[in-house]
């Protein structure tokens, strides 16, 4: 079982930047895929960003690619998305995520409750 609560949204300007925190709960943390997904109003869940085990390989999204960065803390039970650059279609509610599988479906297995992330144009 693993608990997962994130942490970091907020408002901030087209062109800036903010760090979202996941901190996860549970003594297996180190075994899961982590993932981070994000959903705006009326469209559906999407994937924005994973990281292997050992943290040795990342997926981003083609949309977020060379401005996010995901990245975990084994020791701490963290996981990270660095967002630069933003711009105002980030705007979501972002979830962190973790499951067995690396993939960009909503097949994970423990999800957070959500982080409001809101970018001005």
């Known amino acids: 079982q693993v608990q997962l609560v994130e942490s970091g949204g907020g408002l901030v300007q087209a062109g800036g930047s903010l760090r979202l925190s996941c901190a996860a709960s549970?003594?297996?943390?180190?075994?899961?895929?982590m993932a981070w997904f994000r959903q705006a109003p009326g469209k559906e869940r999407e994937f924005v960003a994973a990281i292997s085990w050992s943290g040795g390989s990342t997926y981003y999204a083609d949309s977020v690619k060379g401005r996010f960065t995901i990245s975990r803390d084994d020791a701490k039970g963290m996981v990270y998305l660095q967002m630069n650059r933003l711009k105002p279609e980030d705007t979501a509610v972002y979830y962190c995520?973790?499951?067995?599988?690396?993939?960009?479906?909503?097949?994970?297995?423990?999800w957070g409750q959500g982080t409001q992330v809101t970018v001005s144009s």
């Open positions: 549970g003594r297996t943390f180190s075994s899961y895929i």
């Open positions: 995520a973790a499951g067995g599988v690396l993939t960009t479906t909503i097949d994970y297995d423990y």
